[in-house]
């Protein structure tokens, strides 16, 4: 059982930056990928970045590439989303996800465990 708690959202402008961070408990964190996803308003959960159990694999969407940079520690049971170079289409909230696949996913349905989300809004 891992349960996650995300922090670090709240209101940018377009162009800042927001690190956000994802607690998780349980002494197993570290046999776990973990992703962000994202979910506006009327719109669907939609998949934002992933990192392997180790750190040494990851994933991003299109959309935030080369913006966005996931990283964990495994010591402190913690992944980070550093947000860089912010955009009003960023306007989510955001979810902490853990899966128990060794490979990272890009598929919400493959994670097992979801945090309660943080709200992170650009102003335009």
């Known amino acids: 059982q891992v349960q996650l708690v995300e922090s670090g959202g709240g209101l940018v402008q377009a162009g800042g930056s927001l690190r956000l961070s994802c607690a998780a408990s349980?002494?197993?964190?570290?046999?776990?990928?973990m992703g962000w996803f994202r979910q506006a308003p009327g719109k669907e959960r939609e998949f934002v970045a992933a990192?392997?159990?180790?750190?040494?694999?990851?994933y991003y969407a299109s959309s935030v590439k080369g913006r966005f940079t996931i990283s964990r520690d495994n010591a402190k049971n913690t992944v980070d989303l550093q947000m860089n170079s912010l955009k009003f289409e960023d306007t989510a909230v955001y979810f902490c996800?853990?899966?128990?696949?060794?490979?990272?996913?890009?598929?919400?349905?493959?994670?097992?465990?979801w945090g309660q989300g943080t709200q992170v809004t650009v102003s335009s």
């Open positions: 996800a853990a899966s128990t696949r060794t490979i990272p996913t890009l598929y919400a349905p493959q994670y097992d465990y």
């Open positions: 349980g002494r197993t964190f570290g046999r776990y990928a």
């Open positions: 990192i392997s159990w180790s750190g040494g694999i990851t």
